[in-house]
C-alpha cells in the first residue's frame, strides 16, 4: 500500500511559468517531508524540506506547501527553467529514520 | 564535498547467481539504504541500516538480504538472482533523523 502518493506521472510547464507538483499521504505520523530531483542516469539530489509542524518552506525558486489536514504537500517552481526538466520524487519521514518516496512526476519544461 | 559510492553503474547476471551490490560513503553517516527504482513504482525501500551490524526491512525486502560490517559500507546481496529483480538500485546515507539523503550514482541490474 503507497503510504506517498504522487498521481500525476508527467507535467509539462512553459519555461518562465509556474510549475506546481503534489504529494498526497496517508500516514498521519510522517514528520518530515523532502523534495527530491533525479536526472536519468543519476542518483537522487535533495531539493528542499520542510517539517510536519511548518506550512511553507521557501529555497528561491522552489517553496513547498504543507496542508496536513488534507495530507497533501506541493512544491512549486517559479519561474520554471528547462534544466528543471527531471523527476522529482516527494518522500516522507517516519520512525525518525526512514525516508519512504512517491511514485516520482516527470516533469518537462518546454521553452 | 559528501559522496556515496556505489561499485558498479551496470551489472548483467545470470538467472540463480548470487549477487554482491556495494555502496560506500565518506561522510560518517549512521543511516545507510537501499532503495529500487522501477517506472511507475517510485523508490521503494529494500533494507535499512541505522548502525555497524544493525539492519531493518523496508517494504519489499524478499529476496534480498544486506550487510554492515563497517560504518561506511553498506552491501545488498541477491542471494538468487530473478529476472523481476532486474531494476536500478539506489543506496543512500543519512545522519540520524535525516533531513535529507545522499544518494548514489545508481546500479542499473539486468537479470537475464
Known amino acids: 500500500d503507497q503510504q506517498v502518493k504522487q498521481n500525476s506521472p508527467s507535467l509539462s510547464v512553459q519555461e518562465g511559468r509556474i510549475s506546481i507538483l503534489n504529494c498526497d499521504y496517508t500516514?498521519?505520523?510522517?514528520?518530515?517531508f523532502l523534495w527530491y530531483k533525479k536526472y536519468p542516469a543519476e542518483g537522487p539530489t535533495f531539493l528542499i524540506s520542510?517539517?510536519?509542524?511548518?506550512d511553507k518552506n521557501e529555497d528561491g525558486r522552489f517553496t513547498v506547501f504543507l496542508n496536513k489536514s488534507a495530507k497533501h504537500l506541493s512544491l512549486h517552481i517559479v519561474p520554471s527553467q528547462p534544466g528543471d526538466s527531471a523527476v522529482y520524487f516527494c518522500?516522507?519521514?517516519?520512525?525518525?529514520?526512514?525516508?519512504?518516496f512517491g511514485t516520482g512526476t516527470r516533469l518537462q519544461v518546454f521553452p | 564535498d559528501v559522496k556515496v559510492t556505489q561499485s558498479s553503474r551496470y551489472l548483467v547476471k545470470r538467472t540463480g547467481e548470487k549477487v554482491f551490490l556495494e555502496c560506500v560513503q565518506d561522510?560518517?553517516?549512521?543511516?545507510m539504504f537501499w532503495y529500487r527504482q522501477d517506472p511507475g513504482l517510485g523508490l521503494r525501500l529494500i533494507y535499512f541500516?541505522?548502525?555497524?551490524?544493525?539492519?531493518e526491512k523496508g517494504d519489499i525486502p524478499e529476496g534480498y538480504s544486506v550487510s554492515r560490517e563497517k560504518k561506511e559500507r553498506f552491501s545488498l546481496i541477491l542471494e538468487s538472482a530473478s529476472t523481476n529483480q532486474t531494476s536500478m538500485y539506489l543506496c543512500?546515507?543519512?545522519?540520524?533523523?535525516?533531513?535529507?539523503?545522499?544518494f548514489g550514482q545508481g546500479t542499473r541490474l539486468t537479470v537475464v
Open positions: 543512500a546515507s543519512s545522519l540520524l533523523r535525516p533531513i535529507e539523503a545522499f
Open positions: 500516514n498521519s505520523m510522517f514528520d518530515y
Open positions: 520542510i517539517s510536519s509542524i511548518k
Open positions: 518522500a516522507a519521514r517516519y520512525n525518525t529514520d526512514k525516508l519512504i
Open positions: 561522510m560518517d553517516h549512521e543511516n
Open positions: 541500516s541505522y548502525d555497524v551490524k544493525m539492519k
